[in-house]
């Protein structure tokens, strides 16, 4: 009779090969930001980890395609901002005066003028 010999398998300790993932960014969250975060993930059936993982992933596909506002956005904005200054300007004011001080605030400070990306030069 021969003598049989077993082979055992040795399991290796930690995360197996195949760098899926890249290094382990450590992060703190308010304890709000938590429960949205885990709210996210339990409407998507996903871990905390991997809910994090794709909500960084859409925020910067969103901020990929993010450019100057589109025209219609840029004069809704304007409104806006128009209604909110006639709310707050001076009403004893004269109208001259007041139709001034609107036009500067809707135009912006000189000095950043020329970085207005919603204003061509």
Known sequence: MTKKTKTVH????GRPAGLKFGGTIPARFEPVVVEAIDKWADQNGVSRSEAIRRLVELGLARGKSAGPPSAKTAERAKQLAAKTID?????????????NRKRRLLKGPEEFREVRVDQEI
């Open 10 to 13: 040795k399991k290796s300790r």
């Open 87 to 99: 709310h707050l300007l001076d009403s004893d004011a004269p109208t001259e005066e007041v139709a």
